[in-house]
Structure formats: structure tokens, C-alpha cells
């Protein structure tokens, strides 16, 4: 089992920056995947940008050269640095965990709310 808690949501203006942390209770250093999605009102959960395995970065395309995600094994965090943020950015945002070792298991924080707005 592992537990993931986000924070560092909040309101910001459109233009402006927000940093997302997500500590997991455990080590990600084996997981398949570690990473960030994120659900707006009336719309489907999406891909933000997630580590694979091999150490590969996958974003999806709406946040490209804008989002970076980063990781700290040693700590067992996972960041999302949000620049240049536009209100299609509002969500929830959700740190996201695969591991398929003894069987295919996903994780998912509670959610962090991002609102984008002037």
C-alpha cells in the first residue's frame, strides 16, 4: 500500500506560477509510474505529466514547456512546477501512483484544487 498527500493548490492568476508536492508513505523509486493528473468540472481525469519507469517524462499536451515535474527519491516527493497558467488550468489536480509488481495496482491521492482566475 502506499499513501499520497498533495498539497499546494490554491488560487492564482491567469499568468502567474504554483509548485505542487505529493509525499508518498513509501519509496516510488520501483513504481511503473509516479505522477500527476487532473480532473475540471464535467470532464474527464487527464494526464499532466508522469515518470515512467525507465526514467522517461511523458506531459500531456496542453501543458507542455509550461509544467515541470520532478522528483526527490530521497525524500519520496513528486513535484509539479506550473508556470504561465491559464483558466483551462483549473482542476482538482491528483498524484498518481502504478506499481505492477505481484499485480497491477494504482494509487491516487485525495486532490489538490488549482483555480485559475482573475
Known amino acids: 500500500q502506499v499513501q499520497l498527500v498533495e498539497s499546494g493548490g490554491g488560487l492564482v492568476q491567469p499568468g502567474g506560477s504554483l509548485r505542487l508536492s505529493c509525499a508518498a508513505s513509501r519509496s516510488l523509486y520501483s513504481a511503473d509510474t509516479v505522477g500527476w493528473y487532473r480532473q475540471a468540472p464535467g470532464k474527464q481525469r487527464e494526464l499532466v505529466a508522469v515518470y515512467m519507469r525507465d526514467g522517461r517524462i511523458s506531459y500531456g499536451d496542453s501543458v507542455k514547456g509550461r509544467f515541470t515535474i520532478s522528483r526527490d527519491n530521497a525524500k519520496n516527493t513528486v513535484s509539479l512546477q506550473m508556470n504561465s497558467l491559464k483558466p483551462e488550468d483549473t482542476a482538482v489536480y491528483y498524484c498518481?501512483?502504478?506499481?505492477?509488481?505481484?499485480?497491477?495496482?494504482?494509487?491516487w491521492g485525495q486532490g489538490t484544487q488549482v483555480t485559475v482566475s482573475s
Open positions: 498518481n501512483a502504478v506499481t505492477t509488481g505481484g499485480g497491477f495496482r494504482a494509487y
